[in-house]
């Protein structure tokens, strides 16, 4: 019986299905945090999110995000990023961006400067 269990244990981590973020439709926010799940940024964010949690992963890069031309706040705070996040696909209408709690130890200036147009 203690097999089973563990064959079985096996087979659903395997066959999981990948790891989805909500997205409230009318707030505009898709959070995906407190879970430590993630490791890479998700690929469903929506084009038409106004606000981005992904706080208390175990993201360790962002090199690009998929074009969010509405989003106001990206709340990226406790993860594992060591670099800048590549955020040129949302930089025309950010607010707020929220990196504290990571292990930044590097600031590209193309990064930062995406920022700044």
């Given at each position: 019986?203690?097999?089973?269990?563990?064959?079985?244990?096996?087979l659903?981590?395997?066959?999981?299905?990948?790891?989805?973020?909500?997205?409230?439709?009318?707030?505009?926010?898709?959070?995906?945090?407190?879970?430590?799940?993630?490791?890479?940024?998700?690929?469903?964010?929506?084009s038409?999110?106004?606000?981005?949690?992904?706080?208390?992963?175990?993201i360790?890069?962002?090199?690009?995000?998929?074009?969010?031309?509405?989003?106001?706040?990206?709340?990226?705070?406790?993860?594992?990023?060591?670099?800048?996040?590549?955020?040129?696909?949302?930089?025309?209408?950010?607010?707020?961006?929220?990196?504290d709690k990571?292990l930044?130890t590097?600031?590209?200036?193309?990064?930062?400067?995406?920022?700044?147009?």
């Amino acid at each position: 019986m203690d097999k089973l269990v563990i064959i079985i244990l096996l087979l659903e981590t395997f066959l999981a299905k990948p790891i989805a973020g909500d997205y409230n439709e009318v707030t505009g926010e898709y959070s995906h945090k407190g879970d430590n799940q993630l490791s890479t940024m998700p690929t469903d964010i929506p084009s038409a999110a106004l606000a981005l949690d992904l706080s208390s992963n175990v993201i360790t890069n962002v090199d690009s995000l998929p074009e969010l031309l509405h989003v106001k706040s990206i709340n990226l705070r406790k993860n594992l990023l060591t670099e800048f996040p590549d955020l040129k696909n949302a930089s025309s209408s950010l607010k707020r961006l929220f990196l504290d709690k990571n292990l930044i130890t590097r600031i590209t200036e193309d990064r930062l400067s995406a920022l700044l147009l």
